[in-house]
């Protein structure tokens, strides 16, 4: 019984979170494109809160720097089973994802909500939780381009590099597939330039009706 009611109180939750899902942008890209540029450009400049990462990989400086949380495999996947994780997702040997009662305060609070997810994620997962929300794909137009991110921001070995960069297609081409089925906003990231990317940015913010802080 108990375990009943507790999964009740989650499902309220998350039916509350789709009656919402106009308030989140969801980015989605292979690593290294430029998302996390995006998301601090949101939340300067336009007001969206960056609610904290639950992972069980290390955490980087920025995600530190909101809160963020480690847990080994066995706390995540517990959890998971429970339903207290919002978009989990599983990549490079890592599991990621929210706090669903975070994303819950957040949202009903009236906030705008900037979150990641994997191109694997955004037919099912994305789609059916957050199905009014705004998606954007950030495509990088090159291989070449991605590795020279990737060097520049020094947070992957070597290996993990290698890891991203072959996976690079195939995240991009699931983001291509995904936009035959579901609304998908495409931006291509130019990192030599990146007001080219946050221009873009801003075009597609103000097509949806979110507006720059004053």
Do not use: C, W
């Amino acid at each position: 019984m108990k375990q009943e009611r507790i999964s009740n109180i989650e499902q309220e939750k998350i039916t509350e979170i789709i009656k919402r899902s106009n308030q989140f942008v969801v980015l989605s890209g292979p690593s290294g494109s430029g998302k996390t540029m995006v998301i601090k450009h949101l939340t300067q400049n336009y007001g969206f809160v960056e609610p904290p990462f639950l992972t069980t990989r290390e955490l980087r400086p920025n995600e530190q720097a909101i809160g963020g949380i480690n847990l080994d495999q066995k706390d995540f996947a517990k959890k998971e089973f429970g339903k207290k994780i919002f978009l989990p997702a599983h990549n490079y040997g890592n599991s990621y994802g929210y706090d669903l009662d975070i994303i819950f305060n957040i949202a009903v609070q009236g906030n705008n909500i900037v979150v990641e997810a994997p191109a694997s994620n955004l037919i099912q997962d994305v789609s059916g939780f957050l199905p009014q929300s705004t998606i954007i794909g950030i495509l990088p137009e090159s291989r070449l381009e991605l590795e020279q991110q990737l060097k520049q921001r020094g947070l992957n070995s070597d290996h993990d590099q290698q890891i991203r960069l072959q996976n690079y297609e195939i995240e991009k081409e699931k983001i291509i597939q995904a936009s035959a089925l579901i609304n998908i906003a495409k931006v291509i990231p130019t990192h030599g330039i990146p007001q080219d990317t946050l221009s873009q940015i801003d075009r597609l913010m103000n097509l949806k009706g979110f507006k720059i802080k004053i």
